[in-house]
C-alpha cells in the first residue's frame, strides 16, 4: 500500500496533480491549508483521500484533526498549529501518545520532518507549494505497508 502524504499546498496544486498522476496512491493524506481546493485534490487523486483543516483554511467543513488506522498503524493527523510546532514538537509527540498514536503527520511549517523512534513516527512532509527549509525544494512524503505489514516512510522533494 503506498500512501502520498502531503501539506501546506495553499491552492497552488500542479505539484500535486502530477505527483498523484506518477505516483498512483492508494491513499493520500493532506495535513492542511488546502485554502478550498478540497475536491479537485480528492477529485483528482483516484483512492480514499483524507484532508484536515489548516490555519488558513476558513469557512470550511473539513475535520482539525482525524485518527484512523492504516493497516496496524494508529495515524493522528493535524495541522500542528494548535500544538505549536513552529516551536517545538514536545507538545505534538506528547498528545500523539497520549492519544496512544504510532505515526503523528503534521503540517504548518513548511518544512519536511521525520523523525522514527521505537514508539512513535513524527512525519511532515514539508510543503509542494512554498517550502522553507534550506533550498527551498518542494517536498511530499510517502508512506508504504510492505507485504508484511512494515511500515516504511520517506521524505521526498521535487
Known amino acids: 500500500m503506498k500512501i502520498l502524504i502531503v501539506s501546506d499546498t495553499h491552492r497552488k496544486n500542479d505539484a500535486y496533480f502530477t505527483l498523484v498522476e ?8 493532506h495535513c492542511g491549508d488546502s485554502e478550498g481546493s478540497e475536491y479537485a485534490l480528492s477529485q ?5 483521500v483524507q484532508i484536515v483543516m489548516g490555519n488558513n483554511d476558513f469557512f470550511c467543513d473539513l475535520p482539525r484533526e482525524l485518527e484512523f488506522n492504516i493497516d496496524k498503524y494508529r495515524v493522528w493527523v493535524t495541522h500542528g498549529h494548535n500544538y505549536y510546532v ?11 501518545r497520549h492519544r496512544g498514536a504510532d505515526v503523528v503527520m503534521f503540517g504548518h511549517t ?8 521505537d514508539d512513535l513516527v513524527v512525519l511532515n512532509p514539508g510543503s509542494l507549494s512554498y517550502p522553507r527549509q534550506e533550498g527551498r525544494k518542494a517536498s511530499y512524503a510517502m508512506m508504504e505497508i510492505d507485504r508484511h505489514g512494515k511500515a516504511h516512510f520517506w521524505l521526498k522533494s521535487l
Not at 506518477?22 to 493524506?29: A, S
Not at 513552529?86 to 500523539?96: Q, R
Not at 513548511?110 to 523512534?117: A, D, K, V, W, Y
Open 86 to 96: 513552529s516551536m517545538n514538537l514536545e507538545t505534538l509527540k506528547s498528545e500523539a
Open 110 to 117: 513548511h518544512r519536511p520532518f521525520l523523525e522514527i523512534t
Open 44 to 48: 483528482a487523486a483516484g483512492c480514499p
Open 22 to 29: 506518477r505516483i498512483h496512491p492508494d491513499m493520500v493524506i
